[in-house]
């Protein structure tokens, strides 16, 4: 079970990774990421924020995938934590951001892989 979490969770982040790059491609979803200040398009400084986030969304999949002992990877304990907190981090950000339609949207979805992550960390204590 403690490895279909970690891959569900990792699943998870690789779908957020597609929402970046679709993003950093020009897809009108402004008002779905980063306090939905911008309608449509991101401009380039929201653009480099999404490229930013891909290379912490792939850090954390594989993070868990390590705890939950996933082959090849080892990685030390501590990046367990670290995606564990940027995950709560990132649920509590969704959760009070002035855009309804983020909120609606990511809120649940980041509390969902927020629940996943520390369902490894705490099983792997």
């Known amino acids: 079970m ?9 699943t998870a982040c690789l779908a ?3 929402f970046q790059i ?4 020009g897809a009108p979803l402004g008002e779905y990421t980063q ?21 912490v969304l792939a850090f954390q999949g594989f993070a868990i995938l390590s705890a939950a002992g996933f ?7 501590w990046t367990a934590y670290a995606a564990l907190s940027v995950s709560v981090i990132t649920m509590i950000l969704n959760g009070i951001t002035p855009s309804a339609r983020e909120r609606a949207v990511w809120f649940p979805v980041t509390t ?8 490894v960390v705490i ?3």
Do not use: C, D, E
Not at 112 to 119: D, F
């Open 35 to 55: 306090g939905g200040q911008q309608k449509g398009a991101l401009n380039a400084k929201g653009r480099i924020i999404a490229a930013v986030s891909i290379p």
């Open 112 to 119: 969902v892989m927020a629940g996943l992550a520390a369902y």
């Open 22 to 25: 679709a993003l950093i491609a």
């Open 71 to 77: 082959p090849g990877l080892g990685w030390p304990r």
């Open 2 to 10: 403690l490895t279909q979490i970690a891959h569900l969770y990792a």
């Open 123 to 125: 099983v792997t204590l």
């Open 16 to 18: 957020v990774i597609f």
